[in-house]
């Protein structure tokens, strides 16, 4: 009973939209109807603004971080902890309040990646920061976080926690396959980390 609780409970979690309820509450702006048309913090930042899409991404990987750290808390079984987490991230790439039209995965596998220690997330969350800032190519920074947090992971954590992370670095790179495609063509768009955060 507890695995069909989980999984559910899980993905209903993940399912709330805060990158669409957040800037239509606040800004009265739709971001389904801008930029790339993506439900998630990337968009918000790159449309609304880096104070509005930093309270998304907060809230987003709160979506991964809490069903894991309930279910690490309530049950010793790592099988049942990934299933917490990956039904969580598939909450916010397809959510059912959005008809299944979600985010990428980011910010709640990074929120997971927290769940699963507190360096790694800092890790990833470093890694993403520069690269992003550096590039300005958010995919860039995103892909590259999660597939150093899967390689740490198997090195630090061990091969639960890395294989967890790479199953979410994956489902995360499927989701981004149109970036790649436009990386490769030289025309992802491109995003100001600091630049609008008073916007």
């Known amino acids: 009973m507890e695995w069909v609780l989980v999984s559910i409970l899980s993905y209903l979690f993940g399912s709330v939209p805060f990158s669409y309820i957040i800037p239509k509450w606040w800004k009265s702006v739709d971001v389904r109807k801008m930029g790339s048309g993506n439900v998630g913090a990337t968009n918000v930042i790159r449309n ?3 104070g509005v899409g930093a309270l998304c991404l907060f809230l987003d990987a709160m979506k991964g971080f809490l069903p894991v750290f309930i279910t690490r808390s309530l049950f010793s079984e790592p099988k049942l902890v990934a299933l917490a987490a990956i039904t969580a991230v598939l909450g916010h790439d397809f959510p059912v309040f959005l008809r299944f039209k979600g985010g990428k995965g980011v910010s709640s596998s990074f929120g997971v990646v927290i769940a ?17 800032f550096v590039t300005k190519y958010a995919s860039v920074g ?15 954590l061990g091969y639960d926690a890395g294989m967890l992370v790479l199953i ?11 970036n790649i495609q436009r990386l490769a063509r030289g025309e992802e768009k491109k995003v100001e980390l600091f630049k609008r955060w008073r916007k």
């Open 48 to 50: 609304v603004g880096t």
């Open 116 to 132: 699963l220690s507190w360096l790694l997330g800092l890790i990833f969350a470093a890694v993403w920061t520069v690269l992003v």
């Open 168 to 178: 979410l670095a994956v489902l995360s790179t499927l989701r981004h396959s149109e």
């Open 142 to 156: 995103s892909l590259t976080a999660l597939y150093l947090s899967a390689v740490l992971g198997f090195l630090i």
